[in-house]
């Protein structure tokens, strides 16, 4: 187990993700899977925290050809670890799952073979389940800011949701070229044309 992973305070040896993200990174690159799971449990709830990780795991994207396919793989894990330690909402995990693979499409194409990297219908899919299955469903842009507007309790919930809606939607448009299931193309576009109806 690499040292840095060590169960334990941070005076014998635990690194935690908000001490020094970088290092983490390094360490859980090289760690087992169940290294990794307990490393997870250990770390702190901290939103700021997880995403620090989140952004020293996009600085290392400038490493070699060879670190691709493992740092890819931690990308995924550590966004669904971030999840299940409920510093990320299930929506913004999917998102930030879409634009990884959009990236990792657009930069390294022969890593979409990669197991771990989902399939752009896969991505789109998780992206549109959260939502309404018909755009009239979703709530109305200007019938929501007239309820901000007079006040009405509920609407910014509404809004809310709306926007996390309009976040799906957009990184869903990130793989509309690459679908291959007609039907999900299909539902997509009539999301996207739906935009306009969203905060």
Do not use: F
């Not at 740092?71 to 990884?100: F, G, I, K, N």
């Amino acid at each position: 187990m690499p040292p840095t992973l060590t169960k334990g305070s941070r005076a014998t040896g635990t690194l935690r993700c908000v001490d020094a993200p970088h290092l983490a990174v390094s360490s859980l690159l090289d760690a087992e899977e169940h290294e990794r799971e307990a490393w997870a449990r250990d770390q702190p709830a901290d939103p700021n925290a997880w995403l620090h990780l989140l952004v020293a795991v996009d600085h290392r994207y400038h490493g070699t050809d060879a670190d691709l396919p493992r740092l890819v793989e931690l990308h995924l894990w550590l966004l669904q670890a971030a999840e299940r330690a409920a510093a990320l909402r299930p929506d913004e995990t999917t998102v930030r799952t879409a634009m990884l693979v959009a990236r990792v499409r657009a930069t390294a194409p022969s890593l979409e073979a990669v197991a771990a990297v989902p399939s752009s219908d896969t991505v789109v899919a998780r992206c549109l389940a959260p939502l309404p299955r018909t755009p009239d469903d979703l709530p109305d842009r200007d019938a929501l800011l007239a309820r901000l507007a007079g006040g009405d309790p509920t609407a910014l919930d509404a809004a809310r949701r709306s926007r996390r809606a309009k976040n799906l939607v957009r990184a869903a448009t990130l793989h509309q070229d690459h679908l291959v299931d007609p039907q999900l193309s299909n539902r997509l576009q009539c999301c996207i044309d739906a935009l306009p109806r969203l905060v």
